[in-house]
């Protein structure tokens, strides 16, 4: 394996699960890693004025249509919009990083188990003892990682993790760099392949 | 053939060149004719809030970058960022609106000739006698051409075409309807290529 793939996501991103359910399966024809980094959007549209994709006028109804159609384009049979959209989330970001730095893993179940709640199953990962709960499913510690949720050091990851996305170009999810080479939305998936395959162009 | 693909697009539109290109080739796999839609983003964007992507701060750097790559990704080998952009279209756009209702086969060489001169030449087409000169290059009478830029007629059409486009949904370039399902964004001809193949899923 080289080096990874550093995959930038909201868990409130239905174009980010799109991708999470994609890039292992690419990453793995090329034998490259993926690095998840849970980032929060709100913070990352503070730099460029972006507001919620949903939300825009007309853009938000095209929007809304265009993720269920490419769900299904990406084969990706299981996928419905929350009843609550967006959320917050803290929670299972926060989830993420500490177990990344226990068990990457681990981290990696976490990840699919939250995104698909949330786009599969309705469940309100913004909630804390929801987000732990679905972790501790996973094989999480329930108690250990229901506190990180709240542990100071555990916050200041996921300040350090936005940030860094910030500095790295990061402004949308899901947000891709290979080689320092960025790409932007599920969409851009094949030109990842081929990227990862011909080494750029 | 049966019903045309709608294909709307800013001729200031670096997407909308790069999809301009492959729109006919897709469309002649389903037998069907292409109608263009030249339309003025500007005009689109007062109802969405949106700016022109390049001046987004974070998204205007990677939009640069995404254009250039696309262009070879998708095997359009001309293709350079204009040194003037974005640009006012009404020029470009009354034209081929007004060649549209006369001879709608030189329209279709004139929108790709103007999108060229522009993403291929660095030719200024906001500029009207600029923009005729390139229609008369096609076959159109020069002197007719570019009084039809200023007849109040030809205004109005452009008129009538960004409110019927904004009645149909149209926010972004291209932006491509086909019996009656929107897809926006180069990105998206696969999944129009699809629908067309499969009458939609």
Redesign the interface.
Known sequence: MSAPIDFYFDFSSPYGYLASEKIEALAERHRRPVEWHPILLGVVFR????VPLTE????G??SR??MA??A??HGIERFRMPSSFPIATQAPARIVLWLKARDPTLATVAVHALYRAFFCDDADISKPDTAAAIAATCGADATAVRAAIDDPVVKDALKSENAQA?TA????SPFIIVDGE????V??L??VD?WLATGG?
């Open positions: 730099e460029t004025g972006a825009v006028p007309l853009k109804g095209y249509r265009d159609r490419s299904k384009f910030i170009g990061v402004f949308g960025p790409f932007w939305g969409d851009r094949d030109q081929r162009w």
